[in-house]
């Protein structure tokens, strides 16, 4: 080949280069365009899985107020309690029932995912389908007791009995989890629509504390009774300890045996991702991916943070993209795993 050949062959090649890169640029610009299109002037419904009041009902309602200005066409968020049990109702009609469009999140339970291997009778949905958008909080979850009650400390739990109120997710499932694995001596007053609602009978008497709640639920709506001490932290169920609570202590460090320790990592695992929003499955991606980009945004704005700490509200994010790979990550969890703690929550009724 002459040079003069080889000088055109390069040139033709460059732009060939040229041309796709003008086109990819193109497309890109184009859907932005339809993404900002298809979000101008529309509302987004927030389903929030938990009663109004409560932790995560205060975490997805300030979320709401800044989330719009981050999505392309600014839409308006519509926040809508459904109250259930581990958040299922939102999680199943998400699943079913929502339209793909970008149009309906939901502010879940992230327990959803667990249950939905242990439970697929009531969990109807594979967790690896939904679109995890992000997480505002890796959550620490505690067991927390009236200061008077016969249990203050969960080393009392292996002799004593403490009634707790539960309201399904973590409330029920951990209490029932050590119950069965490490011999605990909980029990559980189920029924209870948040844990606002379980910590108002903790006060009226009716059960002396709650078996799961987030740190960052007892911060946003205990403080006072937590500061004047008239409830106390009776154990943490973190994979780690809380750098906030160093003498609370750590359920995991209860366990003499590998198979209790992979046990109780089924239901545990999911605080890794404890304040999640999914969205239905076959979200187009390029929806996809900007409900992810503008959540992350949000997380860090400073407004939203200002706010948040101004509502006492801890933010520590995980982004969709890493929640989509812990969850596919439950899914390999061992079978005899899931046997086992599938036979510990049906005997419990859960």
């Not at 002037?41 to 709401?64: N, P, V």
């Not at 003499?256 to 304040?275: I, M, N, S």
Request: aromatic share 8%.
């Amino acid at each position: 080949m002459t040079a003069a050949k080889t000088r055109a062959v390069e040139q033709y090649g460059k732009l060939i280069v040229c041309l796709a890169l003008m086109l990819m640029m193109a497309l890109s610009h184009a859907s932005a365009q339809s993404v900002e299109e298809h979000f101008r002037g529309k509302e987004i419904r927030l389903l929030i899985g938990s009663s109004a009041g409560g932790g995560y009902d205060t975490f997805a309602r300030t979320i709401a107020q800044h989330w719009g200005k981050h999505i392309p066409g600014n839409p308006i968020f519509v926040p809508q309690n459904l109250p259930g049990p581990m958040s299922l109702p939102v999680a199943n009609r998400i699943f079913s029932n929502s339209p793909n469009d970008g149009l309906t999140i939901g502010a879940v339970n992230p327990q959803i995912a667990s249950d939905a291997i242990l439970h697929p009778d009531r969990a109807r949905f594979d967790a690896r389908k939904f679109v995890w958008i992000g997480s505002a909080l890796r959550e620490t979850q505690l067991m927390i007791a009236n200061a008077d009650a016969p249990v203050v400390t969960f080393a009392d739990a292996f002799s004593r009995e403490l009634i707790l109120g539960g309201s399904g997710g973590a409330s029920d499932t951990f209490p029932t989890a050590t119950n069965a694995i490490l011999g605990t001596k909980f029990k559980i007053v189920a029924g209870y629509k948040g844990t606002r609602e379980a910590h108002l009978a903790m006060q009226r008497g009716e059960v002396q504390g709650i078996g799961g709640i987030t740190w960052a639920s007892v911060k946003a709506t205990m403080g006072e009774p937590l500061a004047a001490k008239k409830i106390v932290v009776v154990a943490q169920y973190g994979l780690n300890k809380h750098p906030d609570l160093p003498d609370v202590p750590h359920v995991l460090s209860f366990t003499k045996t590998e198979d209790q320790r992979a046990a109780l990592l089924l239901p545990l695992a999911t605080q890794e991702f404890g304040r999640p929003y999914i969205a239905p499955p076959d979200l187009p991606p390029a929806i996809a991916q900007a409900l992810r980009t503008s959540f992350w945004a949000t997380m860090h704005d400073p407004e939203f943070l200002a706010d948040a700490k101004a509502r006492g509200l801890d933010i520590d994010p995980a982004s969709g993209e890493e929640i989509q790979r812990l969850v596919e990550q439950l899914y390999n969890t061992p079978a005899a795993v899931v046997e086992r703690m599938r036979a510990v929550y049906s005997q419990a009724g859960q």
